[in-house]
């Protein structure tokens, strides 16, 4: 049974920095990729990045591009999403979700995806 966790979400102040991790159990990463989304109150989910394990392409939205990064340790099978200079726009529960990359035509949309975790909370607030 394929399990995703997320876990690292807090509550920072804006220009503070938080690493989020995405724990995969029942699925090897490799051959996946692996998508971070976001969802703030009263909006619509955002995909906000996505790493394709076998070949270490990434993608970033532009809310993100330049402040995020997105990386993996396959012996942890875990993938890592670094966030800096956090602004409080960036406020949301944030989800991890995976599907085999040969699938994934458009990384940064959640249709693309069938398989997610629970989501983790990040609060942007002074």
């Known amino acids: 049974q394929v399990r995703l ?19 995969a159990s029942g699925i090897g990463l490799g051959g996946h990729a692996i998508a971070w989304f976001r969802q703030a109150p009263g ?34 099978n875990t993938v890592y999403l670094q966030m800096n200079d956090l602004k409080s726009e960036d406020t ?16 940064l949309k959640d249709y693309e995806y069938d398989q997610w975790g629970q989501g983790t909370q990040v609060t942007v607030s002074s």
């Open 5 to 23: 966790v997320e876990s690292g979400g807090a509550l920072v102040q804006p220009g503070e920095s938080l690493t989020l991790s995405c724990a």
């Open 43 to 76: 909006k619509e989910r955002e995909g906000i990045s996505c790493i394709s394990i076998s070949d270490g392409v990434k993608y970033y939205g532009d809310s993100v591009k330049g402040r995020f990064t997105v990386s993996e340790d396959n012996a942890m």
């Open 92 to 107: 949301g529960i944030y989800y991890c979700a995976a599907q085999d990359a040969w699938r994934v035509e458009h990384p």
